[in-house]
């Protein structure tokens, strides 16, 4: 079956560029999805299809998918941008398999 | 606004059952396929089953598979999740989550708060 990998953490100053890796075999030919978890709620879809924004995300979220890794960008990052971050694919070898990543907590130093 | 409301999580004891439900409004049910997805403590997310959106079709993911069963009743917009033979590794928040479906791939849009489901002895 197919497998994500995520750093488990990753930390940044308020202001700076986060940049959160998921990595897969051949992952550049797959479309990803990213999801934000805030400690204690739900997740939240922040990218979907490597690079888009569903509405109300802000501008600051963005997505690029090539080769072995999928990247996400937060820039100017904020307080309140710290959570779990989850990437997932669409397993399209398997019966209808959602393959997620372990997730990366990004935390703001 | 889209809405998912699940209930029915608990604490059962390994061998038991529970039936989780899903309550959603807010958009056009029987469009939509629908899955459970959980969320052991500390852990990832792991996809559970999806069900098709005229139920004509289930999936599930091999660790459950023979054990949890998907329904949904288009007429009361609500998805359920019977689940039997449970493990103390089936313990895990259950969340709801709406399927969407463009052409090549597929991702939830939607998700609801989750149930805790507690499997001990």
């Known amino acids: 079956s197919y497998v994500l990998t995520q750093p488990p953490s990753v930390s940044v100053a308020p202001g700076k560029t986060a940049r959160i890796t998921c990595g897969g075999d051949?992952?550049?030919?797959?479309?990803v999805h990213w999801y934000q978890q805030k400690a204690g709620q739900a997740p939240v879809l922040v990218v979907y299809?490597?690079?888009h924004r569903p509405s109300g995300i802000p501008e600051r979220f963005s997505g690029s998918n090539s080769d072995n890794t999928a990247t996400l960008t937060i820039s100017r990052v904020e307080a309140g941008d710290e959570a779990d971050y989850h990437c997932?694919?669409?397993?399209?070898?398997?019966?209808?398999?959602?393959?997620f990543g372990p997730g990366t907590n990004l935390v703001v130093l | 606004e889209v809405q998912l409301l699940e209930s029915g999580g608990g604490l059962v004891q390994p061998g038991g059952s529970l039936r989780l439900s899903c309550a959603a409004s807010?958009?056009?049910?029987?469009?939509?396929?629908m899955s459970w997805v959980r969320q052991t403590p500390g852990r990832g997310l792991e996809w559970v089953s999806t069900i098709t959106g005229s139920s004509d079709t289930t999936y599930y993911a091999n660790s459950v598979k023979g054990r949890f069963t998907i329904s949904r009743d288009n007429s009361k917009n609500t998805l359920h999740l019977q689940m039997n033979s449970l493990t103390v590794e089936d313990t895990a928040v259950y969340y709801c989550?709406?399927?969407?479906?463009?052409?090549?791939?597929?991702?939830?849009?939607?998700w609801g708060q989750g149930t805790l489901v507690s499997v001990s002895s």
């Open positions: 299809e490597d690079s």
């Open positions: 051949n992952l550049g030919i797959k479309s």
């Open positions: 989550a709406k399927e969407y479906a463009p052409v090549t791939t597929y991702y939830f849009d939607q």
């Open positions: 807010g958009f056009t049910f029987n469009s939509y396929a």
């Open positions: 997932q694919v669409w397993d399209a070898s398997s019966d209808h398999v959602y393959v």
